[in-house]
């Protein structure tokens, strides 16, 4: 029986193509891992710069710089590209780079698939993109402008945009789905010799929910989206109430998917804060076990609480009052979480390094997120605030707040590990304050324009709500350019600086501080034992 | 101690991990069906 103790260098498909050839044919989870998360860097700056035209537009009452379709047009491509292309990307990049590494694997299960995974990815941003590009040269009218919901009977009378739209979200779907089961199967069999389940890494367990959540929700919304192809195309009626269907079953089945997807976007980032605060605390996580019950009752609140998103559709009675106690019992589960991650901190020796901050300041704009998201789940409150920017501001505390600020978080915690340099300290503090700074400034006025009635998804409003909009503008200016600061921080990590030990931090605890930085080609040639 | 990984225990784990992987495909197509022709 033959083993593995080559030197990594010496192994005969250790010999990988380079350039080009060698990104396209990778099978190595650290190559794909950068794959993606690359990718999303650059679908994250794609979607920004399409939101600063919407808030460029929105800085005073009236039509200044483009028509409402257009504008239409750009939210929904906004919310699609950063949802699907970037982040989703990004937490699969964590994924790929850390799970092999946290459980003593030498690399995901099921390799190519891996990187067929991947590389689904840019025809599906190519075509979400395309209809934009098309419209200048004359065809067709532009991209989807259905907001990223393809609500019907509305997106059954779309343009074309509305098939490309559908066609990218099938693909994206599909890689989602083969990068969960990779995810599944690469923790359930290529675990270290004694670490049991109850052993993994948080992170780990965060991510295992949420591919789990990916592999339920993901064929409804394909389900969804091909009925609604269907009616476009092919004569079927399934939206169409003149032909005996229910616009409001494509609401059901939308979200159905939609909200997990809010816990597909959120649990792998609170699967990476227990690291992050136990290391800058130096102490241990509090509350493992808590944790991980935690994950598991929100993955499975997760998919009985959909129609919270459409209470004011004219739901019976009944359905009201239980969807609305089951979306606030996931403030339970939910709240275990704050408190275990605040328990961790507490009486640490706790120092603030850039990782620290993004983790901290989760912790606390996350919160508002929590708190706003109870005010919405109340049925008579909702009719209220409905399709309000109350909502805007709200779901952006959550995902910008919550999804994109724990990204950072990871970046900046792992970044050193994956280099082998150190960033610079001094511009990651400066990029999290103008991220913090401007993030309240752009959506905090965004609170009061919804309790005022303003609505969303509108290019022009009443003169009533001009200042706010116009402070929210320059937020989201300075929030988006500062963001520059993010790309050129981890771009001149990558190219050099500060060499790292092994352990970046001196008080990380896990697998993947035992190996070098930058980790070797091959992760784990020897296996580890859990004791 | 650290040990290496006998090719036959890692050739094992990924055979395991193709029959779960086919095992999650199949859930998924399912699932997409299901979706598919749901009627009210």
């Not at chain 1, 010999?15 to 396209?24: A, E, N």
């Not at chain 1, 066609?167 to 779907?173: D, Q, S, T």
């Not at chain 1, 009675?317 to 408190?339: H, Q, R």
Request: net charge neutral.
């Amino acid at each position: 029986m033959s083993t593995l103790t080559h030197p990594a260098d010496q192994l005969p498909h250790d010999h990988h193509p380079s350039g080009l050839l060698r990104w396209l044919t990778t099978t190595n989870h650290k190559d794909i891992g950068t794959m993606y998360m690359t990718f999303a860097l650059i679908m994250f700056f794609v979607g920004g710069l399409m939101i600063l035209a919407v808030r460029a537009e929105l800085f005073q009452p009236g039509l200044q710089l483009m028509r409402p379709e257009f504008f239409n047009q750009l939210i929904g491509v906004h919310a699609l590209v950063m949802i699907f292309a970037a982040l989703m990307p990004a937490a699969t990049g964590f994924a790929n780079w850390m799970i092999p590494l946290m459980i003593g694997a030498p690399d995901m299960a099921l390799p190519r698939l891996n990187n067929w995974g991947f590389w689904l990815l840019p025809p599906a941003a190519i075509l979400l993109t395309l209809p934009f590009t098309l419209a200048l040269f004359g065809i067709g009218d532009g991209a989807i402008a259905t907001g990223w919901t393809f609500y019907a009977p509305l997106s059954v009378q779309g343009g074309m945009g509305v098939d490309f739209a559908i066609l990218a979200v099938h693909i994206l779907g599909i890689s989602s789905i083969m990068g969960s089961i990779n995810i599944i199967v690469t923790i359930f069999n290529m675990r270290a010799p004694g670490m049991t389940m109850m052993k993994l890494p948080l992170f780990c367990w965060g991510w295992l929910i949420t591919a789990f959540l990916l592999i339920a929700t993901l064929p409804v919304l394909a389900g969804a989206v091909t009925m609604l192809l269907t009616d476009r195309h092919f004569g079927t009626h399934f939206f169409d109430a003149a032909g005996g269907g229910d616009p409001i079953l494509f609401q059901h089945l939308f979200w159905f998917f939609g909200h997990p997807e809010v816990y597909i976007l959120l649990l792998p980032v609170w699967g990476l804060m227990p690291h992050v605060l136990s290391t800058f605390s130096r102490k241990p996580t509090y509350g493992y076990k808590a944790q991980v019950y935690s994950f598991i009752a929100i993955g499975l609140l997760s998919v009985i609480v959909w129609a919270h998103h459409f209470f004011t559709a004219g739901l019976p009675v009944p359905a009201l009052i239980y969807f609305m106690f089951s979306t606030m019992a996931i403030s339970l589960p939910l709240a275990v979480l704050f408190f275990c991650w605040i328990a961790t901190m507490w009486k640490g020796a706790m120092t603030f390094e850039t990782p620290m901050l993004f983790a901290v300041g989760f912790i606390v704009l996350f919160g508002i997120a929590g708190l706003t998201g109870l005010v919405l789940a109340d049925v008579a409150a909702d009719a209220q605030y409905h399709h309000s920017y109350f909502v805007v501001a709200h779901f952006h505390y959550a995902l910008f707040a919550g999804g994109i600020m724990g990204v950072m978080t990871g970046v900046y915690y792992w970044l050193p590990k994956w280099t082998g340099h150190m960033y610079s300290e001094k511009l990651g503090k400066l990029h999290f304050w103008l991220t913090v700074l401007s993030f309240n400034l752009t959506f905090i006025p965004q609170f009061f324009l919804g309790l005022a009635g303003m609505p969303r998804r509108i290019p022009d409003y009443a003169l009533q709500f001009a200042e706010f909009n116009a402070i929210s503008t320059v937020g989201a200016f300075i929030l988006g350019f500062s963001q520059l600061l993010f790309a050129w921080n981890i771009w001149s990590c990558v190219r050099g600086g500060p060499k790292v030990d092994s352990r970046v931090w001196e008080g990380a605890e896990g697998l993947e501080w035992e190996l070098s930085s930058p980790p070797p080609h091959h992760s784990w040639e020897t296996q580890p034992v859990i004791k | 101690m650290p040990q290496t990984i006998p090719e036959a225990d890692l050739e094992r784990r990924r055979a395991a991990s193709r029959r779960l992987g086919w095992l999650l495909g199949a859930v998924v197509m399912a699932i997409y069906l299901i979706g598919l022709f749901i009627k009210r």
